[in-house]
């Protein structure tokens, strides 16, 4: 059990999300000299941050520049990722986090100015910067959930996430970890993984536990590590290339890296409507990426819209996926593959906050000690600004102006 550390950092370089690297190596091929900026958003505006909290942060990432991949980890990378390119490798191996390239900013509310916001800018070259995002905002959820709320212990923690895993496998489903981001801590996910990795083990049911993003904990586990690309990829190939078919245009530059792997798409970076639009113009691309990834809106419309698109194709959608991974819990998860099921897809689910941060107060079992929604999203690529139209219009990120001008390109409702 760990005790209160005002130092909280990733325990390795693959401490992270898979998706990351991917990007990472496809930023390396296509996009090597491009700068970046991105930008934290805490959605809560009634969460306040402590002073202290803010400045066990910077004090934290100070240090991140400690990290390097080793060559056992290198190793590990080579057998078990063969998508990842020897000459990106040795760049991976030669990385080091540069925490100049991270802005934070307290912005006390408070009259004794101990409460208040914060702001989190990171700049540099992208192929630099992509990988701050996830290590960060574990890094300030942890710090969180040690300084600000305390309310709250780990007892039960190992039961509720074998229980859900029972529940998950005993039901069928295909599921893989997604929790690293919004943890309430590392020791917690640990523990999930690792519970989840047993429970598949001594559970009877036609389910699996696939993986889990984080890479990490995937070495030590034996386990695959689950990502591929990200609404980061869309969003800066819209704003450096044209938004016209800046869908097409993503996922052709991500099959020149990956020809052969990793070709989940997502289709919710400027809304899942103007995807299938590119998408139907593009029936060999259809037949050859293996599925897609809803991660906003109605979930539940979701599979029967692309059941629609697939036949309009001409293509056989029982041999597509479909990877859900919008604020899933267990029973969402269960109804969504029964649904797909029914309607013939193949069905995968990414479960994140509600494994990894899924806490009551001890001060009252009955209320939750929620996780931090938080955001850190690709602000700016060359100085055009990037931005992100979800199917959950309350999650539209970037600078307004934009977003409006994205929309009458792409002739979506204001």
Same mark, same amino acid.
């Given at each position: 059990?760990?005790?209160?550390?005002?130092?909280?950092?990733?325990?390795?370089?693959?401490?992270?999300?898979?998706?990351? @690297?991917?990007?990472?190596?496809?930023?390396?091929?296509?996009?090597?000299?491009?700068?970046?900026?991105?930008?934290?958003?805490?959605?809560?505006?009634?969460?306040?941050?402590?002073?202290?909290?803010?400045?066990? #942060?910077?004090?934290s990432i100070s240090h991140f520049s400690e990290l390097s991949l080793t060559e056992s980890e290198r190793e590990w990378m080579e057998k078990n990722c063969p998508y990842? *390119?020897?000459?990106?490798?040795?760049?991976?191996?030669?990385?080091?986090?540069?925490?100049?390239?991270?802005?934070?900013? #307290?912005?006390?509310?408070?009259?004794?100015?101990?409460?208040?916001?914060?702001?989190?800018?990171?700049?540099?070259?992208?192929?630099?910067?992509? &990988?701050?995002?996830?290590?960060?905002?574990?890094?300030? +959820?942890? !710090?969180?959930?040690?300084?600000?709320?305390?309310?709250?212990?780990?007892?039960?923690?190992?039961?509720?996430?074998?229980?859900?895993?029972?529940?998950? &496998? +005993?039901?069928?489903?295909?599921?893989?970890?997604?929790?690293?981001?919004?943890?309430?801590?590392?020791?917690?996910?640990?523990?999930?993984?690792?519970?989840?990795?047993?429970?598949?083990?001594?559970?009877?049911? =036609?389910?699996?536990? !696939?993986?889990?993003?984080?890479?990490?904990?995937?070495?030590?586990?034996?386990?695959?590590?689950?990502?591929?690309?990200?609404?980061?990829?869309?969003?800066?190939?819209?704003? &450096?290339?044209?938004?016209?078919?800046?869908?097409?245009?993503?996922?052709?530059?991500?099959?020149?890296?990956?020809?052969?792997?990793?070709?989940?798409?997502?289709?919710?970076?400027? =809304?899942?409507?103007?995807? @299938?639009? $590119? @998408?139907?113009?593009?029936? $060999?691309?259809?037949?050859?990426? /293996?599925?897609?990834?809803?991660?906003?809106?109605?979930?539940?419309?979701?599979?029967?819209?692309? /059941?629609?698109?697939?036949?309009?194709?001409?293509?056989?959608?029982?041999?597509?996926?479909?990877?859900?991974?919008?604020?899933?819990?267990?029973?969402?998860?269960?109804?969504?593959? /029964?649904?797909?099921?029914?309607?013939?897809?193949?069905?995968?689910?990414?479960?994140?906050? +509600?494994?990894?941060?899924?806490f009551r107060k001890l001060s009252c079992r009955e209320v939750s000690s929620k996780a931090l929604n938080m955001v850190i999203k690709l602000a700016e690529v060359d100085?055009? +600004?990037?931005?992100?139209?979800?199917?959950?219009?309350?999650?539209?990120?970037? $600078?307004?102006?934009?977003?409006?001008?994205? *929309?009458?390109?792409?002739?979506?409702?204001?």
């Amino acid at each position: 059990m760990p005790s209160g550390n005002r130092i909280v950092m990733p325990v390795s370089i693959l401490d992270t999300d898979l998706y990351k @690297f991917t990007m990472q190596q496809a930023v390396m091929c296509h996009f090597l000299d491009v700068q970046a900026t991105y930008r934290f958003t805490h959605r809560a505006k009634d969460v306040y941050f402590s002073h202290e909290c803010i400045e066990a #942060f910077k004090e934290s990432i100070s240090h991140f520049s400690e990290l390097s991949l080793t060559e056992s980890e290198r190793e590990w990378m080579e057998k078990n990722c063969p998508y990842f *390119k020897s000459d990106y490798l040795q760049y991976l191996s030669t990385y080091r986090f540069k925490p100049d390239q991270v802005r934070v900013r #307290f912005l006390p509310v408070s009259q004794d100015g101990n409460w208040g916001h914060v702001e989190v800018e990171i700049a540099g070259p992208w192929i630099e910067a992509i &990988l701050w995002e996830v290590p960060l905002m574990a890094c300030l +959820s942890e !710090l969180y959930f040690q300084l600000v709320d305390t309310d709250w212990s780990y007892d039960g923690q190992e039961a509720a996430a074998f229980r859900k895993g029972e529940q998950l &496998l +005993s039901a069928g489903c295909v599921f893989s970890e997604f929790g690293t981001r919004r943890r309430r801590s590392f020791f917690v996910q640990d523990l999930v993984v690792r519970t989840l990795v047993r429970a598949s083990t001594e559970v009877q049911g =036609s389910g699996k536990v !696939l993986g889990t993003s984080n890479v990490h904990l995937a070495r030590q586990y034996n386990v695959p590590p689950i990502g591929t690309i990200a609404h980061e990829w869309f969003m800066a190939v819209g704003a &450096l290339k044209g938004y016209e078919h800046a869908n097409a245009l993503s996922l052709s530059l991500w099959e020149v890296v990956y020809p052969d792997a990793l070709q989940l798409a997502l289709t919710d970076t400027f =809304s899942t409507e103007v995807f @299938f639009r $590119d @998408f139907i113009q593009n029936p $060999d691309m259809a037949r050859r990426w /293996k599925g897609l990834r809803q991660d906003s809106g109605d979930p539940f419309v979701y599979a029967p819209h692309a /059941k629609e698109i697939y036949e309009a194709l001409g293509v056989d959608h029982h041999e597509k996926i479909i990877i859900f991974s919008d604020a899933l819990d267990v029973g969402k998860a269960i109804a969504l593959k /029964k649904q797909c099921d029914e309607i013939g897809f193949i069905s995968s689910f990414g479960i994140g906050t +509600s494994l990894t941060n899924d806490f009551r107060k001890l001060s009252c079992r009955e209320v939750s000690s929620k996780a931090l929604n938080m955001v850190i999203k690709l602000a700016e690529v060359d100085g055009a +600004s990037c931005v992100k139209i979800s199917d959950e219009m309350t999650k539209n990120t970037g $600078d307004p102006v934009v977003v409006q001008l994205v *929309k009458n390109i792409y002739n979506l409702q204001p």
